[in-house]
C-alpha cells in the first residue's frame, strides 16, 4: 500500500485546511495511519494517528483541540482537518502506515502547508 498527501497549501494564521491522505490499496485493519510533518531543520513531529480498526484517534498536545483526523474506510483515505492555523505549523506534512502511533513504516510523497502570520 503506498500512501499519497495532498491539499496544502498557504493560508494566514487562524485559517483552515484540510489535508488527504489517499491509499493505492486497501488498508488493513491492523493498521495504524499516521500523520507527521518536519520543518526545515527540525526534527519529525508525530501530529496525528488514527487505529483503522476502531477509529481511535491520537494527538500530541501541540496540535490537541485543533486537529482533527478522520479516516473513510469505502474510500481508503484519511483526512486531516486542521483548523486555527499557527506559523509554526508550517512544515511538510506526511501520512504513514505503521502498526501503532508514531511509528511510520512506509510513507509516500508529502505536502507543504505554510502558515503567515
Known amino acids: 500500500v503506498q500512501l499519497q498527501a495532498s491539499g496544502g497549501g498557504l493560508v494566514q494564521a487562524g485559517g483552515s485546511l484540510r489535508l488527504s491522505c489517499a491509499a493505492s490499496?486497501?488498508?488493513?485493519?491492523?493498521?495504524?495511519v499516521n500523520w507527521f510533518r518536519q520543518a526545515p531543520g527540525k526534527e519529525r513531529e508525530f501530529v496525528a494517528a488514527i487505529r483503522w480498526s476502531n477509529g481511535r484517534t491520537y494527538y500530541p498536545d501541540s496540535v490537541k483541540g485543533r486537529f482533527t483526523i478522520s479516516g473513510d474506510k469505502a474510500k481508503n483515505t484519511v483526512y486531516l482537518q486542521m483548523n486555527s492555523l499557527k506559523p509554526e505549523d508550517t512544515a511538510v506534512y506526511y501520512c504513514?502506515?505503521?502498526?501503532?502511533?508514531?511509528?511510520?513504516?512506509?510513507w509516500g510523497q508529502g505536502t507543504q502547508v505554510t502558515v503567515s502570520s
Open positions: 490499496g486497501r488498508i488493513f485493519s491492523s493498521t495504524v
Open positions: 504513514a502506515g505503521g502498526i501503532n502511533p508514531q511509528e511510520y513504516r512506509y
